[in-house]
């Protein structure tokens, strides 16, 4: 079954799948039935769009790669696809997906016990229990590895003091995986805080969502302050030993991430597009002009090269040999290109482009801060910089 769509100008489509093309048109219909009339509301009000959390149960894409428990086991460019096609209708909404299927189920699937794993993703996999994941901290966001938050042993549990900041879900999530550095052993582990029967968060946990945002502004993101929070020793995931274990499952995420950033040009371009259509000035449509032409064309091929370059990274992630440099690099070229492509779409819609109706400007600030997590286009370069160069540039 062939997605119908001329912004995929060389059928990149093509090289899926049967399922993973079923699962573009499945996750497409579902973005503009339901995610794209509703967004901008929740958008310019700053709310989350919980209404939609039955449907995206329902649509069975929540755990992505993860197999078991309910999760559907997808390929990575499975994975892919699903924050592309979400990204095309509002980056808030993948990020919600993003934050429960790879931060916070990926993480217990990777690092928990048998027993964690079968007490934890059930609920998470169905969305009746949401999840979070809490690794950077005010003064720790590139250099994450320098995380402050510390948990100490106190007889059966662990105690947890510090503060985590840009947490998705965080203010609201049943199950919270925090990363703190055991004083034990100054090693970076994993510890889950959990809502108690009645709905409540342990003493000490205070999440409070950040305001002010110009960006993905239909998520909630908060700011935790840890303040002796008590996490039984049982909550400490079994797996995860040291801080090169983040790094792994996050380098793991980037071409996922990259996946996103070609949504939100796909959407960018096609709105500019289809405004030069129908657009019209000085007595005839503004694609008719040679300037608006090259704009198209230009916007075109970058996102052809990108929409390649993020398909081979998946699909060398499926076979297990994408190095960590080669995550980084289509992560860094994905960044930049779309917000480029969604730079130049608002320009082409002028005054309009401000309007909310219009979109674009919603997926050109969403671009703002897509290139900026799992580590910024700068931290991406000196990967890839070290992997080619053999010299490390990092501090």
């Known amino acids: 079954m062939q997605v119908p769509e001329t912004s995929d100008f060389y059928d990149v489509s093509a090289l899926f799948t049967n399922e993973e093309r079923e699962l573009q048109q499945r ?5 503009d039935a339901e995610v794209t009339p509703i967004i901008n509301g929740y958008w310019e009000r ?7 959390l039955p449907k995206l149960a329902e649509l069975g894409v929540v755990g992505t790669t993860v197999r078991g428990h309910g999760a559907p086991g997808l390929s990575r460019v499975g994975a892919g696809i699903v924050a592309q096609e979400l990204s095309r209708g509002d980056g808030s ?21 048998d027993e964690q794993k079968d007490r934890w993703l059930p609920g998470l996999v169905s969305l009746d229990r949401l999840g979070a994941f809490g690794l950077t901290e005010p003064a720790h966001g590139s250099d994450s590895v320098g995380l402050e938050t510390r948990a100490e042993r106190v007889g059966d549990h662990f105690v947890l003091n510090g503060a985590k900041r840009w947490i998705g879900l965080g203010n609201v999530a049943d199950v919270v995986i925090i990363w703190a550095r055991d004083v034990a052993d100054a090693r970076v582990k994993g510890f889950v805080v959990e809502k108690d029967a009645a709905g409540g968060y342990p003493d000490g946990y205070d999440a409070q969502v950040i305001t002010g945002k110009i960006a993905k502004r239909a998520v909630w993101q908060a700011h935790i302050t840890l303040t002796d929070v008590r996490v039984p020793v049982e909550n400490r995931l079994e797996r995860a030993e040291s801080f090169r274990d983040v790094s792994a499952l996050l380098s793991t995420s980037r071409p996922t991430v990259a996946w996103e950033a070609v949504g939100h040009a796909i959407a960018a371009y096609e709105i ?8 019209e000035q000085f007595g005839k449509p503004i694609a008719s002009y040679q300037l608006v032409q090259q704009k198209l064309a230009t916007m075109l091929a970058e996102l052809t090269a990108m929409r390649l ?24 070229h994905t960044g930049q290109k779309a917000r480029e492509v969604c730079r130049e779409a608002r320009d082409m819609l002028g005054g309009n482009g401000l309007l909310l109706e ?5 997926h050109l600030l969403d671009m703002e801060v897509v290139h900026t997590y ?22």
């Open 27 to 31: 996750v497409r219909t579902f973005v």
């Open 309 to 332: 370059m993020v398909w081979r990274a998946s699909k060398l992630a499926d076979e297990g040999r994408l190095s960590n440099a080669q995550a980084s690099i289509v992560k860094l």
């Open 358 to 362: 219009r979109h674009v400007a919603r």
């Open 272 to 279: 500019a597009r289809d405004y030069a259509m129908e657009r």
């Open 93 to 113: 909404v993948n990020t919600i997906n993003a934050v429960q299927s790879s931060l916070a189920i990926g993480t217990i699937d990777r690092f928990g016990s």
């Open 374 to 395: 799992e580590g910024t286009d700068s931290m991406q370069a000196l990967i890839v910089g070290r992997e080619v160069t053999g010299i490390s540039a990092f501090a």
């Open 46 to 52: 700053a709310e989350m769009p919980l209404e939609l």
